[in-house]
Nanobody, 113 residues
Framework: VQLQASGGGLVTPGGSLRLSCEAPESIFSTKTMAWYRQGPKYPRQMVAAIATNGGSSHIDAVKGRFTISRDNAKNSVNLQMNNLKPEDTAVYYC????????WGQGTLVTVSS
């Protein structure tokens, strides 16, 4: 299973990043997709999820700042992250919900001044 996240980087507080993840069509078209993160001080947690019908949910810590979306033409799931905070620093992964055993390398997001 190939679920590789990309788009991370170093930003200052208040900045923005857009993460992307392409999935095999067989998975993308049938599964709820989700973004997860694992920070230096907390275990891996789900950040946002989006169903095949486009319905989405976000954890309270990112509501109003992060937006998950699906690009059906590219079989990709994206995470637009605005107004980033230092506590958003983490390795971000995409996976299905519930997750498969394959987590990939993730993409590192560092929010620091």
């Amino acid at each position: 299973v190939q679920l590789q996240a990309s788009g991370g980087g170093l930003v200052t507080p208040g900045g923005s990043l857009r993460l992307s993840c392409e999935a095999p069509e067989s998975i993308f078209s049938t599964k709820t997709m989700a973004w997860y993160r694992q920070g230096p001080k907390y275990p891996r947690q789900m950040v946002a999820a989006i169903a095949t019908n486009g319905g989405s949910s976000h954890i309270d810590a990112v509501k109003g700042r992060f937006t998950i979306s699906r690009d059906n033409a590219k079989n990709s799931v994206n995470l637009q992250m605005n107004n980033l905070k230092p506590e958003d620093t983490a390795v971000y992964y995409c996976n299905t919900l519930p997750p498969t055993d394959y987590w990939g390398q993730g993409t590192l997001v560092t929010v620091s001044s």
